[in-house]
C-alpha cells in the first residue's frame, strides 16, 4: 500500500484466517516470493490474525525457516495468540526461532529490529 511505511530491510507479512495443508503451500510460495523480491535481512510474520496453525502448516514454517536462515534471513514471529504459541512451542519451532525472535506484537518486532 503507498501509504505503508517501509524500513529498509524489514519485511512483515500479515497471514490471515487458519493455516492448514490445503493453505500452507500457497502460504509459504507467497512468503518465499515476497522475500526473494523484497530481500530483507529479517521477515516478520504477524501472526495476530492467525486463529490456529496444524502440525503441518508448522512443518513447513520450520523448512521455510532454515532455508531463509540459509540465504542470511531471519524469520521473526510476533502476535501469537494462545492456542498457535502452545502449537508454536510443541512444534518444536519455538526452540528453533529462539525467544528473541518470538515477539509480542509487530510493534515490538519494529521496535526489535530498530534497535539492533
Known sequence: HP???????LLILRPEGRLFFINAQ????QIRQ?????QPEVVVLD???VQD??????????????Q???KGVALW???LNPRVLENVRRSGLADQLGES????????????YQQS
Open 3 to 9: 501509504d505503508d511505511e517501509t524500513i529498509p530491510g
Open 77 to 79: 514471529l510476533a502476535g
Open 34 to 38: 515476497l522475500t526473494e523480491t523484497h
Open 101 to 112: 525472535r518470538m515477539l509480542f506484537t509487530a510493534r515490538a518486532a519494529i521496535r526489535q
Open 26 to 29: 500457497h502460504v509459504a510460495a
Open 47 to 49: 501472526m495476530s490474525r
Open 53 to 66: 496453525v496444524e502440525y503441518s502448516a508448522l512443518m513447513m514454517l520450520m523448512e521455510g525457516e532454515r
Open 68 to 70: 531463509v536462515r540459509d
